[in-house]
């Protein structure tokens, strides 16, 4: 596997990075989120170990800012924080695993397997309600695993929602992923969800007054 490695620790940084190379897996590490995030823009990885309390960009921003930018590798976190919320926030942006410092290498060596497992199995459809399921793998809208046609700018918003279930998606989230070519006004955000709402056959979207639009966790 080709492996993203944010730690600042330097010496846990050399330590997983050799352990790692040793089982085969090429690694390359970072010790800043911003540099990090410039690397990935540029390469494709299988698997982010994430450290975070790091420089530059934590490692819970870092997450949250790739999968902005469609980029969507599975993440493990490594780190001495306990803290519920930080553990709830991690899982929220749909890390795969949170490992506690300190840990035992071959720990976290078991965690990559159940990740390349993973990997290696169809990716289960995305649950939005009853009969609503959304094919993240082809970027498809199911109902009772049926195809549904939609237009290009209702696919973007359901994939933009889907991706972030149980999250409210605010208007510039919205501006920055799916208009990302031309000014739009939140009216008109508000306008082509309205349209979209419609076609649907079960209320899944859900309008959070003054704050954006969600399609909640079933």
Not at 190 to 199: Q, S, V, Y
Request: hydrophobic letters at 40%; a negative charge; charged letters at 30%.
């Amino acid at each position: 596997m080709k492996i993203l490695l944010l730690e600042d620790e330097l010496m846990l940084n050399e330590s997983i990075c050799e352990f790692l190379e040793a089982q085969g897996h090429k690694v390359q590490t970072f010790v800043d989120g911003l540099e990090a995030l410039e690397a990935i823009k540029e390469n494709a990885y299988d698997l982010l170990i994430l450290d975070i309390n790091v420089p530059g960009m934590d490692g819970l921003s870092f997450l949250e800012k790739i999968h902005e930018l469609k980029i969507h590798s599975p993440a493990i976190y490594i780190s001495a924080l306990v803290d519920i919320e930080d553990i709830s926030r991690a899982y929220d942006l749909g890390c795969y695993d949170y490992l506690k410092k300190p840990f035992h290498l071959k720990e976290l060596a078991l965690r990559i397997d159940r990740v390349k497992i993973s990997n290696d199995t169809p990716r289960v459809h995305l649950r939005l309600s009853k009969n609503y399921s959304y094919d993240q793998e082809h970027s498809t809208l199911l109902f009772n695993n049926e195809p549904q046609t939609l237009t290009k700018r209702q696919s973007q918003i359901i994939d933009l929602l889907a991706r972030n279930r149980g999250m409210v998606v605010d208007f510039e989230q919205f501006t920055n992923y799916i208009w990302t070519d031309s000014f739009v006004d939140n009216a008109t955000i508000r306008a082509e969800i309205n349209r979209l709402k419609k076609t649907l056959k079960e209320d899944v979207i859900l309008n959070i007054r003054g704050m954006g639009y969600m399609i909640e966790k079933p």
